[in-house]
């Protein structure tokens, strides 16, 4: 089943095993050599906020307009930092990142996942039974209740995220498609997106472009 529970335990078991924080270790071992100059947790503290979207307006957790601070209710009792939530970003810094799972955990030079490790994660362990989830990343379609376009070879991979974002690579046809947006502003029971199927309809307008 989908859960974030397993993430809430690979960031404890990385903040033991390294004894430093988490936001520290992707900072360092990964954000940094990628170029992801963008990518933190907390950007207020390195931000104004007129430079970062707004997520929602809480009147029953926080009571404030979430500007900066994540959204999801359980990482935002981490201070923040979750295993599982807690990063911003922008599109360039999110298709690097992609584009180095596209590229078997390589990019400008350097090896920071082995290809057996991206495997590992982007396989779909249970498709027979009907769960078409990998490990660590969500895979297309086995029915109609579709994560994509339905137009995208089963290799394919990403994520669609609960305030309105979206990434999927494609190592065929080596495709990385980033949709950034703050659905949940000003309110999370905006459904829109997901009613008309905006990010995966944009999906289909870029793969029958090929044709």
Known sequence: MYSDLPYYFL????????NQSLDYQIKNKLLLDLGANYTTYNPTEYYSK????????????????????????????QGGIGGHAGLFSNSNDVAKIM??????GYYGGKMFFSNTTINN??????CND??????GF???????????CGCVPMSSFGHSGF??????????????????SNRTFPTMGNKMLSQYNIRTEVQRVIYESFN
């Open 130 to 135: 009907g769960n078409r989830r990998g490990l």
């Open 50 to 77: 007129n430079k970062i979207v707004p997520s929602e307006i809480d009147n029953y957790f926080r009571n404030d307009t979430l500007t900066g601070f994540v959204h999801d209710m359980g990482a935002a009792m």
């Open 99 to 104: 584009q180095m799972y596209l590229q078997g």
């Open 121 to 126: 994660f982007n396989t779909c362990y249970y």
């Open 138 to 148: 969500d895979k297309p379609q086995l029915d109609d209740s579709s994560p994509t």
């Open 11 to 18: 960031k404890t078991y990385l903040e033991n095993k390294y």
């Open 163 to 180: 305030t309105g974002t979206y990434v999927w690579a494609d190592p065929e046809n080596k495709i990385v498609y980033v949709f950034l």
